[in-house]
């Protein structure tokens, strides 16, 4: 018998980040687990199909962005054949996972999250702070928080979807609505800035039943590595998540043309899932089985917009953690930033000032560097991810250097001697349609524009006309009626909206993450929003008395 009960999902919380003080007892393990990780690279990482390890020779490197002439892992990129052969398993496997029952599957997710903040906090910790480049807050709030927050919440959300059932039940009749896991196998395509999305982007459908093949970042392979294995020891069945690394031109051409493909689950470039949107209505059309289910976020130009009401201390705090912590890399990084000319010089000497005091280095404090960086695990930004990432920033340096419409404010310095640093940098342009002011750079780079105080609601429509994108944007204000203002004006500018608080920081069960426009088709990861997409409901009417006639009663005659 495989119900005997009904079961609930325990009621999650947001795992409370721990603080890391120096001298604390958490401090010291994961120095520890920092230093013995460094003395056991390079890590060797397979592909992992139906449960067993393949190393095909086809390797490539991932290294330690601050320290690049380190490799934390070589990993084994998948082949064509071992592609097709992680669908055909994920088929298989299919037929025993979704007849599972959902305590079942529930409780090897469960446990997977207290295996992340328990057994494996550290070494997660250690393989995303080294791995990533991040220090020890943003490691901490995405590995280990985000992850076990993402697995449980998403887990209750399930339930909840399981428990909507239709309310009306006439005598003779029970309604009822069963969600089956989609038909196929989902594509998850995760990128390398949070552990947490490398985590969710798989997880999530097979919650519900499906099985998924998970294509990992290159640079960010070794702890999505260490979480796939998290999962086997939770009790995850063999092909119900394929581990399949590679290029993700090669795997997205088998997958994209592959006609069990039931959806795509991606975070990453724009460009990319366009190329994806646009392939799979191509397949759709003769291929696909179903419609597949496409869900992406991807990219960001996301704003501060200042009233002369704000208070400046909390708008300069706030602006320097939206647009510097972890290197300005995160989707919703503050990247350009309107201000009153009324305030202006104030919020630029303070600005000044406090990035002044940004130490940059290596979380673990083992390098030097002959600039401004720092040996010392209290580092607020340490290097961008690699070298393709700096050369990009760089670019845009070098180009604004030479820019009549462009004052540098501060920073401006790159090194790439050791690890690919970049000072956080602030610009000031008096063209607001400035190509800093549109394009999304994914870097410590700030762009701001001083407006006319006057100008309030132009500007307001200014910003929210200037990019494509619509990911996530604040309103700095002390003034009600301004607040209110700039929710009417930017109600498409952004998916997530804050008022007085940085553009970044979503939390689980608290703000749903997505965007709109460029940004995505506005999902909101870690919401039941999200979950919906990986299920396909069918109604249920059932009978329990017998139709004597087939008449209806203005028909019948006697």
Same mark, same amino acid.
């Given at each position: 018998m495989s119900h005997i009960g009904r079961f609930n999902i325990p009621t999650p919380h947001n795992e409370p980040p721990l603080s890391y003080l120096p001298n604390s007892k958490e401090a010291k393990k994961l120095k520890e687990e920092c230093e013995k990780m460094r003395k056991e690279i390079p890590f060797e990482v397979p592909c992992i199909i139906n449960g067993k390890e393949y190393k095909t020779g086809n390797i490539k490197e991932q290294l330690i962005p601050s320290d690049h002439k380190n490799v934390i892992c070589k990993f084994h990129q998948v082949s064509e054949e071992l592609v097709q052969e992680a669908v055909k398993g994920a088929l298989e496997a299919k037929k025993k996972w979704e007849e599972m029952?959902?305590?079942?599957?529930?409780?090897?997710?469960?446990?997977?999250?207290?295996?992340?903040?328990?057994?494996? #906090?550290?070494v997660m910790m250690a393989a995303t702070m080294l791995g990533q480049g991040k220090n020890i807050w943003q490691a901490e709030i995405d590995c280990t928080a985000e992850v076990s927050d993402l697995l449980r919440f998403n887990l209750k959300y399930i339930e909840e979807i399981y428990s909507n059932q239709p309310k009306i039940n006439p005598t003779a009749v029970w309604n009822r609505l069963e969600y089956r896991p989609l038909e196929g196998f989902v594509l998850a395509i995760t990128p390398f800035n949070f552990t947490a999305i490398g985590a969710n982007l798989p997880t999530a459908p097979a919650m519900l039943g499906n099985v998924v093949l998970w294509k990992p970042s290159s640079t960010a392979i070794y702890?999505?590595?260490?979480?796939?294995?998290?999962?086997?020891?939770?009790?995850?069945?063999?092909?119900?998540?394929q581990f399949v690394p590679g290029t993700g031109s090669m795997i997205g051409k088998i997958?994209?043309?592959?006609?069990?493909?039931?959806?795509?689950?991606?975070?990453?470039s724009t460009a990319v899932f366009k190329h994806i949107w646009l392939e799979s209505a191509k397949n759709t059309m003769s291929l696909y089985k179903s419609y597949p289910r496409i869900v992406g976020e991807t990219g960001g130009k996301n704003f501060h917009f200042v009233h002369e009401s704000a208070l400046i201390d909390n708008l300069v705090n706030h602006t320097i953690r939206g647009a510097f912590e972890y290197q300005g890399q995160k989707c919703s990084a503050t990247s350009? !930033?309107?201000?009153?000319?009324?305030?202006?010089?104030?919020?630029? +000497?303070?600005?000044?000032?406090?990035?002044?005091?940004?130490? !940059?280095?290596?979380s673990d404090g083992k390098i030097k560097f002959k600039i401004k960086i720092q040996k010392d695990p209290t580092s607020f930004m340490s290097a961008v991810i690699d070298k393709n990432s700096f050369e990009n920033i760089k670019k845009y340096i070098n180009e604004a250097e030479k820019d009549e419409s462009v004052e540098l404010i501060c920073g401006g310095k790159y090194d790439d001697s050791v690890g690919w640093f970049i000072e956080p940098t602030i610009y000031l342009t008096t063209n607001p349609k400035h190509k800093l002011m549109q394009e999304e750079i994914f870097g410590p780079i700030l762009t701001i524009y001083v407006y006319e105080a006057d100008?309030?609601? +132009?500007?307001? +429509?200014?910003?929210?006309?200037?990019?494509?994108?619509?990911?996530?944007?604040?309103?700095?204000?002390?003034? #009600?009626?301004?607040?209110?203002?700039?929710?009417?004006k930017l109600r498409q500018s952004a998916g997530n909206f804050y008022i007085n608080e940085k553009s970044t920081g979503a939390v689980v069960g608290q703000q749903p993450f997505g965007g709109a426009r460029g940004s995505g088709n506005n999902q909101k990861a870690g919401a039941i929003i999200n979950? !919906?997409?990986?299920?396909?409901?069918?109604?249920?009417?059932?009978?329990?008395?017998?139709?004597?006639?087939?008449?209806?009663?203005?028909?019948?005659?006697?």
């Open positions: 029952s959902f305590e079942s599957r529930a409780a090897i997710f469960l446990k997977a999250a207290d295996l992340v903040v328990g057994k494996y #906090r550290y702890s999505n590595y260490i979480f796939y294995k998290i999962l086997q020891e939770a009790g995850l069945p063999a092909g119900v998540i997958l994209l043309k592959n006609k069990d493909l039931a959806g795509v689950h991606f975070t990453g350009r !930033m309107y201000i009153p000319k009324t305030i202006w010089p104030e919020v630029k +000497e303070k600005l000044i000032k406090e990035v002044s005091k940004i130490k !940059m280095g290596q100008k309030y609601e +132009e500007t307001l +429509e200014l910003c929210d006309q200037t990019s494509p994108y619509a990911l996530t944007g604040a309103i700095f204000a002390n003034d #009600r009626e301004a607040i209110d203002i700039a929710i009417k979950l !919906m997409n990986w299920c396909s409901p069918r109604s249920i009417k059932e009978g329990f008395v017998e139709l004597k006639d087939w008449k209806n009663g203005h028909e019948k005659t006697d």
